[in-house]
């Protein structure tokens, strides 16, 4: 190897993925190569041994190139080659030759060559690896996948999946860039910034007793550098979020977070929008976006028409009121005496108490066996409800259900026809005197049965957004209003007079207080179902902003020692601002079809948090404790 010396070659060159072991890598051969002398290395893909000829399918990052070894072409190569396994690492020069009629291979992109090896040299052997790299269907066990993750990174579709995330956020900056924003880096030892669950803490050696907390993302800091004039921040953040895990959770996730100055909602899901269809069209170009503007649902039309404020909108089998027609219609028969007003007392008993009588409609459910329709009760139940009523859609159009002797066969009719039952569908009928237990059980219902029905199309991006949260909703436990969102967003300004206690002192928060009532400048951008990114308009007056933490239940201390800087720079003029933060992960692993955010994260953590690869979380080095002054004393147990 030669000495490094003053660089003699062109920017281009010393761009270009040449290197002292490779002219070309394995992805880039073609027909018109032949006759070119090359170099090239990676990893041996595969081996066929044929005796006087062995191929290597000789693997990198950007693909796959045959080489073979021939014993009276190249003796010495040949003898390397037989003793070379699966992942050996090895240089390989030679001549790149067509392959012969019928012999080219038309799912490769190198199909068309191969390289006659004129040496091989062996980089570095390999263990045989405790799966198959070769074999991208064999299931594999993910435990193993995380304790080898550098192996399951040479599998090609695990591959592709970083890929096209790097594209992503390569997409993301780009856009961003060309929109003014500036890229800020905040810092990851901070203090608590409450979005809603347990912070990680790091204890500091300097200040002993002190912790950082991890943030669990930079809202403040954000809304700061909008107060320090910056008028455009994005960032792809890191957040960490104390919580137990599920398929889309991770202790540490990314998201891409922005702020912009001088803005309204509007504003703000104009530019992220327009964004998210840029950066859609740059990374899965193939992938139909299925409307675009986006549709913009305000939070009670998303729970009212899907009973979920994610709605997957890939499909339609919207929830359908049936109030009116169990009760009002004039074609019906009037009750009996001693009947209530629909017939049925699970109806009835739900309206009397102001609850509500929805349906859903499963397209092509009608003949579901007694098994299949117990099962969907049950899931009913397990999402809370009492129980799942079921009229059937005959071919001629009529409804039959098992509810038919009490509702009647007029009313029966007229559910058929509010939930526009067709022959073949499986209405499903729930009824609570709560009314948002309703809207969760059949929007629950209503996902579940869309995807198990295959109507929706694994394809298509529905992007939508969904706005106009509640600002708050009460917390009987502690005595205060939560935050929906965040407790930083702004409340709409006709909303405005609502922020007030019914006590009158803005400390003595009561779930009869008018900010019950006030609705959120809050948006959440929703794909296929999944919460994508939400944010909001903020509040940038600091009297406004201490009487919304006072009805959250801060003391005025504690406000003082939680947001005393926020607070403080708000005196110093504060611009109106607002942004949002999107998830990368999540985003991610919808563009690249995956329901699981590890997927699409190199290095992700377990169910219970841990790196199997690198053994943590583990116990600190001796003296860490120690010099930070803690001891370990065993967990309490809650309760
Ligand atoms: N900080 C919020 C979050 O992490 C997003 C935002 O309001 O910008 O969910």
Redesign the pocket.
């Known amino acids: 190897m030669s000495e490094p010396h003053a660089s003699s070659t062109s920017p281009e060159a010393a761009f270009s993925l040449r290197t002292p072991y490779r002219d070309v890598t394995c992805g880039e051969l073609r027909g018109d190569d032949a006759g070119r002398t090359v170099r090239m290395a990676g990893w041996v893909h595969r081996r066929r041994d044929l005796g006087r000829l062995i191929f290597l399918d000789l693997r990198d990052r950007f693909g796959i190139t045959q080489v073979v070894a021939d014993a009276d072409e190249s003796p010495g190569a040949h003898a390397a080659a037989s003793r070379i396994r699966g992942e050996f690492v090895v240089e390989v020069s030679g001549q790149v030759a067509r392959r012969l009629a019928g012999m080219a291979n038309a799912s490769m992109d190198t199909g068309a060559i191969e390289v006659r090896a004129g040496s091989v040299e062996i980089l570095n052997e390999a263990q045989t690896p405790p799966f198959y790299i070769n074999e991208p269907d064999a299931p594999i066990e993910e435990s193993l996948r995380l304790r080898y993750r550098y192996l399951d990174i040479r599998r090609r579709a695990m591959l592709d999946r970083l890929l096209l995330r790097s594209e992503l956020v390569n997409a993301i900056r780009d856009a961003h860039h060309r929109a003014g924003f500036v890229e800020i880096e905040t810092p990851i030892l901070l203090k608590s910034t409450p979005?809603g669950a347990r912070d990680f803490i790091v204890p500091s050696r300097l200040q002993p007793g002190c912790v950082y907390a991890l943030p669990?993302?930079?809202?403040q800091l954000?809304q700061l550098l909008m107060v320090a004039g910056m008028d455009r921040y994005f960032q792809i953040a890191r957040?960490f979020r104390d919580e137990d895990l599920r398929g889309d959770r991770q202790p540490e996730f990314t998201?891409l977070?922005?702020?912009m100055s001088f803005v309204d909602e509007q504003r703000v899901m104009d530019f992220v929008e327009a964004m998210a269809v840029e950066v859609s069209r740059a990374v899965a170009p193939e992938r139909p976006i299925q409307q675009s503007p986006f549709p913009r649902l305000d939070h009670i039309e998303a729970m009212e028409r899907y009973g979920s404020d994610k709605p997957d909108l890939r499909f339609g089998m919207e929830l359908v009121d049936l109030a009116p027609v169990l009760l009002g219609a004039p074609a019906l028969r009037a009750p009996a005496p001693g009947e209530g007003p629909t017939g049925f007392r699970v109806f009835d008993d739900a309206l009397a108490a102001g609850g509500r009588v929805k349906a859903v409609s499963a397209p092509g459910m009608a003949d579901a066996s007694r098994s299949q329709v117990d099962e969907l009760v049950d899931l009913a139940k397990k999402y809370g409800a009492g129980g799942l009523a079921h009229v059937s859609v005959g071919p001629d159009g009529s409804g039959r259900s098992p509810i038919a002797r009490f509702i009647g066969d007029d009313r029966l009719a007229a559910i058929v026809h509010a939930a526009a039952g067709k022959p073949g569908d499986l209405i499903l009928v729930c009824a609570d005197a709560r009314p948002e237990l309703v809207a969760d059980v059949l929007g629950r219902l209503r996902q579940e049965l869309g995807l198990r029905l295959g109507l929706a199309d694994k394809d298509v991006l529905a992007y939508c957004w969904v706005y106009r949260f509640p600002m708050y909703q009460w917390d009987a436990e502690r005595g205060r209003w939560d935050a929906t969102?965040?407790p930083?967003?702004g409340v709409v300004p006709e909303d405005e007079s609502l922020l007030v206690t019914a006590s009158g002192d803005p400390y003595r928060p009561s779930p009869a207080d008018p900010a019950g009532r006030a609705r959120a400048m809050?948006y959440d951008i929703v794909l296929n179902g999944w919460e994508l990114?939400?944010?909001?308009v903020r509040i940038h007056r600091r009297e406004l902003l201490e009487r919304s933490f006072a009805l959250q239940g801060y003391s005025r201390e504690r406000m003082q020692e939680m947001f005393g800087g926020i607070l403080e720079a708000f005196d110093f003029g504060a611009p109106p601002h607002g942004?949002?933060?999107v998830g990368i992960d999540r985003w991610s692993a919808l563009l690249a079809y995956q329901t699981n955010i590890r997927e699409v994260m190199a290095f992700p953590k377990t169910q219970s948090g841990a790196d199997l690869m690198m053994g943590s979380p583990s116990e600190p080095e001796p003296g860490q404790y120690d010099e930070l002054g803690l001891r370990f004393v065993g967990v309490r147990q809650p309760g």
């Open positions: 979005e669990q993302s930079p809202q954000k957040c998201q977070d922005l702020e969102h965040n930083f967003s809050q990114g939400g944010g909001s942004g949002i933060a």
